[in-house]
């Protein structure tokens, strides 16, 4: 009575296994105009190649492809913002404070007379650099403790995955402040005012955000060390390296891409929630929480310095989850936790 | 049940161990001298910077600073806040009831929301019910606990002027009109946490309720003649609804990073707005502190989730 997809899973059986996903995977994330490419009109519709049955799944998920051009537009304008709109973000105008949008000032001003748009534009440029580097960062740490975790057949594991727990039953955000409020000073000396906050930023968040992906790695690698392909590869005289690396890692590789599209947006969420309390970014880098930060006492003159900027976060935080459902769906079928 | 509670004891304690060698690592680390204004106070002579170093034990061996410190943190004995000019400890004390007050109504009123929204979706899965409940769901958890509150105060406290935006911890008001104070001005906070986790809650409630509605047992209550209605609520949902617990106590370090920026916006009284101002003022023991009593009341959490887990499921052996 029941359809398997009633379920929420997904019917189709490629599991995830199988290489030839995972060279989809891979396709996917390389050599995105590859999917531009026609399928074949011969071929059944259940037997679509790798990166074809992928894009097939992904474009079923119609909210994940209305977020894709969302995003594509949200990053195209921090990208490109500065040659259409070429208002410096320090200029002070007190004869246009706190003003409303208009044709001169389409986000408005904030209480120095400064264009919020052209603010939006510069500190949202941080603000996704700082969810794609803290990604990678937690992407690597992940990539690395759960494949040790996940070969190791002594005592290593556990206490990795002990670690990796205790790092969950942390409390994020406190510590995430308090790094920053220890260590602030020391990493300004040596990077500099903008580049010390940003790398510490991104480590810090990286370095909180790497569990979820070294516990994915660790499921993927037990279940494929044991497949066939593996034990062919094995007997064939392949080291350890080099059997994680081209033989188990790209397998894996589905579920850590949707979980590094969430990381993504935890990241800016992170971010902007530090700037927000104050303890982020300075007032010259106005990322889109910084500018949050300022506009919060000013709620009932400007309610519009707060709206825009906000908007800007829930929009790109959004549409990136939506995306990562798309890809959860197109490449994870089983949904491991 | 005896046994099963001093095991899950025994393994909370490794944990607060990790934690508290994480938080003294963290401080051993960070560089910065406690005494570092003295040094250069010509009213302090070098003789009295040493013995207070000596004193406060900073130039031992690290574990045994660690050992120290750990022990001081057991008994309570937390320092003293340069800000404030109080005890730490009390001044943590004080508001520990206040950030429990919001959490623990937050987690209420998510649960209320999670629980019968999630399972309706589930038990319909992919109807218009589920669609629109995931898809709110996700707006839900894309929108920052901050932009929710200012969002609220925008509409509710700016617009409507139907509620105060900044928390009165002493409301000059008795009887009932306290109560309605209290709870007028607690709305805000606990909507904006609530809501928040209340977004994740239901899409927990949903795959964990879904995993139930296909198994067998399922059927032979509906084969028996059940109603619908009966088979939902006593077969699937009790079933169903036990990992939820422990998902909800896994969510109690995003949770206590929700209630800090809710407190900070809404002006509440409690620790995560201490935390916060204490680090604007430089005043590291209470920094500390609060860290660790968040780390604490994580742990503790997830010791009573465990233990719900073993009451509520009979399946886990006690043994």
């Known amino acids: ?337 | 049940m005896g046994a099963y509670l001093l095991r899950r004891l025994l393994v909370a304690v490794p944990s607060l161990l990790g934690i508290s060698l994480i938080l003294f690592t963290i401080l051993a680390l960070a560089p910065g001298d406690p005494f570092g204004d003295m040094a250069s106070n010509p009213n302090i002579p070098p003789e009295v910077r040493l013995a207070l170093r000596a004193k406060f034990g900073l130039d031992d061996p690290v574990l045994f600073r660690y050992w120290h410190w750990l022990v001081a943190m057991v008994r309570g004995d937390w320092g003293f806040s340069f800000q404030s000019r109080t005890d730490v400890a009390r001044l943590i004390l004080d508001r520990v009831p206040t950030t429990l007050f919001v959490v623990g109504s937050s987690q209420v009123l998510a649960l209320l929301i999670a629980v019968p929204v999630g399972i309706a979706a589930a038990v319909r899965p992919y109807s218009l019910l589920d669609k629109l409940a995931n898809t709110l769901a996700f707006a839900g958890f894309s929108l920052p606990t901050f932009f929710t509150g200012i969002l609220f105060i925008l509409v509710f406290s700016i617009n409507l002027h139907w509620l105060p935006f900044v928390y009165d911890a002493d409301i000059q008001a008795t009887g009932l009109a306290w109560y309605w104070e209290h709870v007028r001005q607690a709305i805000m906070p606990v909507c904006v946490l609530g809501f928040f986790q209340a977004a994740s809650y239901t899409r927990y409630v949903r795959s964990a309720v879904l995993d139930v509605a296909r198994l067998d047992y399922v059927t032979t209550a509906r084969a028996k003649g059940l109603a619908e209605g009966t088979v939902t609520r006593r077969h699937i949902a009790r079933n169903g609804l036990i990992p939820v617990v422990t998902l909800v106590a896994l969510q109690m370090p995003a949770v206590f990073g929700g209630a800090i920026v809710t407190e900070q916006i809404f002006r509440v009284p409690g620790i995560g707005a201490l935390l916060i101002n204490a680090m604007l003022a430089n005043d590291t023991p209470v920094v500390m502190a609060v860290t660790f009593v968040f780390a604490c009341l994580v742990v503790l959490f997830n010791l009573i989730a465990d233990l719900l887990y073993g009451w509520l499921d009979p399946r886990i052996s006690f043994g």
Do not use: C
């Open chain 1, 1 to 337: 009575m029941r359809d398997p997809a009633v379920l929420g899973l997904d019917p189709t059986p490629a599991a995830m296994g199988s290489p030839l996903v995972a060279e989809g995977t891979a396709a996917l994330v390389a050599a995105a105009p590859a999917l531009a490419a026609a399928v074949p009109d011969a071929a059944p519709a259940r037997r679509r190649s790798g990166p074809h049955e992928v894009w097939h799944r992904f474009s079923r998920h119609r909210l994940a492809l209305v977020s894709v051009v969302v995003l594509a537009m949200l990053v195209l304008g921090v990208l490109l913002g500065p040659l259409l709109w070429p208002i410096a973000i320090d200029d002070i105008d007190f004869s246009a404070m706190l003003q409303g949008p208009s044709a001169a000032h389409p986000f408005g001003t904030d209480d120095l007379g400064q264009d919020i748009l052209a603010r939006m534009i510069s500190g949202g440029r941080i603000s996704l650099a700082v969810g794609v580097s803290a990604m990678l960062v937690a992407t690597v740490v992940g990539l690395t403790v759960g494949s040790l975790a996940g070969m190791s057949r002594g005592a290593l594991g556990p206490v990795l995955m002990w670690v990796t727990d205790l790092f969950l039953a942390l409390p994020q955000l406190p510590l995430l402040l308090l790094l920053i409020y220890l260590f602030r000073d020391t990493l300004k000396r040596i990077f500099g005012v903008e580049g010390g906050v940003f790398v510490m930023i991104v480590l810090v968040i990286g370095g909180l955000g790497w569990m979820p992906v070294a516990r994915l790695v660790r499921a993927q690698f037990l279940s494929l060390r044991e497949k066939e392909f593996v034990e062919a590869a094995r007997s064939q005289g392949a080291t350890t390296f080099h059997l994680v690396l081209h033989h188990i890692l790209p397998n894996a590789l589905g579920p850590v891409i949707v979980a590094g599209t969430i990381e993504v947006s935890s990241a800016i969420i992170a971010e902007s929630t530090l700037s927000f309390l104050g303890l982020g970014f300075p007032p010259d880098i106005p990322t889109w929480g910084r500018i949050l930060f300022d506009a919060k006492d000013h709620l009932d003159v400007a309610p519009h310095w707060a709206l825009f900027p906000g908007a800007a976060i829930f929009l790109t935080v959004l549409s990136i989850n939506f995306i990562g459902d798309g890809l959860r769906d197109a490449l994870d079928a089983r949904r491991v936790v």
